[in-house]
């Protein structure tokens, strides 16, 4: 979390290549890491009770929307990459992987953070082996 002021707080979105090694990803002088972008974290009190939760799911996503749009038309058309080899080539860049703690999962997921976003198993159902069995159930994600 980042404070700008007393009131204002974000979370960063940061970006990095899968191939690169967690040791070195971790280390903030290795800059294996670009900074995307922020999301803004609101109380939203101007909503009710009732919608406030609805609300701050629409603006995560609405904000990852916005910051990943670009992403998005450079994996379609690609982009023209300066090599180590002098050469430039286009690259496809695609967004394959979104690291999370799974409260942060659950909302990328719009499923219930309570609720496995497998299979239909109720929360009070979770570690009984016959309520958590997904292979066979038409309902299931996979």
Known sequence: MTRRTRVQTAWPVYL???????ATRRKVSARANILLGYLPI????????????????????YCMHTILSRMVVAGASGVDILCTDGGIRKVFPILAAYVADF???ALVACVKEDWCPICKCYPEDRGDPLATIFADDPGTLF
């Not at 990095?16 to 967690?22: E, F, R, S």
């Not at 101007?46 to 996503?61: D, M, V």
């Open 16 to 22: 990095t290549i899968g191939n690169i090694l967690k």
């Open 42 to 61: 609101s109380k939203l009190k101007c909503f009710s009770a009732g919608t406030r939760k609805a609300q701050g799911w629409q603006l995560f996503h």
């Open 103 to 105: 409260p942060e999962q």
